[in-house]
């Protein structure tokens, strides 16, 4: 009966021409947009910003007045972090570079890029309201400035997620890629990064990321074996420029470009073999060996081009502010894979206190949904894993700070959605034929809830959870503690969320 009223819903939404999943997604995303929080505070989000506040208002990358202006506005409120970690002066790590004499910034610049148009309209906006009679002042430091970044980065989530989705529908349908693209959402990290924490990079590098994927896949339904690297030159120029910016976004995603390398060496290997043994070479791919080595070349070499394109406004921004095309060496001194092992590679995963699984038990599911979706296009489960394994190593190399204390989740990982939700789906779509989609919801509800419950304590109710999670009590925390205290503040959670948060500083 479920099923048969499901597949009507589905056939009159395809009359009326709308993606009932798309539908689901926004309507999510508008129903908790009130509860969001636009607000830069922490050490992090002040250096992403002033990339392009800095650019657009001063023309320069000298972050003295910006590292000022959040510092003081972090010590109206007892919060000295800021200047601790951007402007007060330790003999063993300057904060200046004594080559160029400008102030370090560690973020990566392409958040910034993607913020900079909002930004511009918001200055924009300001201007005409103050011609007008308005006093907000037109310095990028205001509120409209920090608003338009932030929902900039919100909306970035929801085109991700609708990109998400729309590639979980190819293998899963609509329910299961709605469902499971809802659910890897709510109940893991991203929802944080997407309200809470907002002008932070995770939720721009998982929209580049997701739309990677898309250009990557291109809409063909075949198996990915039967279509290898077949591809105009425009798109791998596109291609290029995305996984380009991906990576300037967050550096650590350059390593998902595994996915195409791994793609393209295996369509090498089969046009070779296909030029030298035509009778057994043409069982995979429906293109002729010659030909095909010479676009899949002349694409790789367009998407290289492109990349590196994309590259350079990192590597000028390396060479002003450091003095050499490359990062400061505070962030590749944190790296300690001796020996090509990632010492903390499974803890980043099962770690009781920090790893990804339990904070995010729908992760797990995902990365197992892969079997499914393998059953499908056994090369595209492989290349997701690879990437996801890829991102995993890397963090796992990170010797001081893997297990990420201080922040909400394990958030190094939050860019593999896409591969957690394809996952997922094509599980969710397999279990479906065999208990129906009550089981699922209620699942997912769980998850949902896991996932709230440690948001709350995380922000209000329990805030030793920084550091990592406490399972001493945690159950009566979660389901007796959070559900009386959210209640009990339900007025300022709705209304009055400056009250909620440590500095009290939206």
């Known amino acids: 009966m479920m099923l048969v009223l499901t597949n009507r819903i589905q056939q009159v939404w395809f009359t009326l021409r709308v993606d009932p999943g798309m539908v689901v997604l926004v309507l999510v995303f508008l129903v908790l947009l009130p509860l969001s929080m636009p607000r830069i505070y922490a050490t992090d989000e002040v250096q992403y910003y002033v990339y392009a506040r800095s650019l657009y208002f001063d023309g320069d990358l000298d972050f003295s007045n910006d590292y000022y202006f959040f510092a003081t506005e972090g010590m109206k409120h007892d919060d000295p972090a800021i200047y601790n970690a951007l402007l007060r002066h330790r003999d063993d790590d300057p904060p200046v570079n004594p080559i160029t004499g400008l102030l370090r910034n560690v973020a990566p610049i392409g958040s910034a890029l993607l913020w900079l148009p909002a930004i511009i309209l918001a200055d924009g906006g300001v201007r005409l309201f103050n011609a007008m009679g308005g006093t907000i002042p037109a310095d990028g430091f205001s509120w409209p400035y920090i608003h338009a970044a932030c929902y900039m980065s919100a909306l970035a989530a929801l085109a991700g997620l609708l990109l998400t989705y729309r590639l979980a529908r190819r293998w899963s349908g609509v329910v299961a890629a709605t469902l499971a693209t809802v659910t890897v959402w709510l109940a893991s990290p991203l929802v944080f990064y997407t309200y809470i924490a907002m002008p932070l990079s995770h939720a721009p590098a998982f929209f580049l990321f997701a739309l990677f994927l898309t250009i990557w896949l291109h809409g063909d339904q075949r198996p990915l074996i039967e279509r290898l690297a077949q591809r105009p030159w425009y798109q791998w120029m596109l291609l290029g420029l995305v996984g380009g910016w991906m990576t300037i976004t967050r550096e650590q995603l350059g390593l998902l470009l595994l996915i195409p390398a791994v ?63 490359m990062p400061a060496t505070i962030v590749s001194g944190k790296l300690e894979a001796s020996g090509g092992i990632s010492p903390h590679f499974f803890d980043t995963l099962i770690d009781p206190t920090h790893g990804a699984f339990f904070w995010s038990p729908i992760l797990f599911l995902g990365l197992v949904g892969l079997y499914w979706l393998a059953r499908s296009d056994w090369l595209l489960a492989g290349l997701l894993l690879l990437g996801f394994v890829g991102q995993t190593y890397l963090n796992g190399s990170f010797g001081t700070t893997w297990h990420l204390s201080g922040a909400f989740g394990f958030r190094r990982l939050l860019e593999c959605t896409p591969i957690f939700v394809l996952g997922l789906a094509a599980l969710f779509a397999w279990l479906q034929q065999r208990v129906g989609y009550v089981p699922l919801i209620l699942l997912a509800l769980a998850c949902i809830y896991w996932n709230a419950g440690l948001i709350a304590q995380w922000t209000v109710v329990r805030t030793p959870l920084r550091m990592g999670l406490i399972w001493d009590d945690m ?32």
């Open 263 to 325: 793609e393209g060496l295996i369509a090498y290997g089969l046009l070779v073999r296909a030029w030298w043994q035509p009778q057994t070479g043409q069982s995979q791919m429906e293109i002729e060996p010659w030909p095909g080595l010479r676009q899949l070349f002349v694409g790789h070499a367009v998407f290289l081009g492109s990349f590196g394109l994309m590259l350079l406004p990192q590597l000028m921004t390396y060479q002003i502010l450091n003095g050499r095309p």
């Open 475 to 506: 159950f009566r925390y979660q389901f007796v503690e959070v559900p009386r205290q959210v209640v009990g503040r339900l007025s300022d959670l709705l209304f009055h969320r400056c009250r909620l948060v440590q500095n009290q500083q939206c």
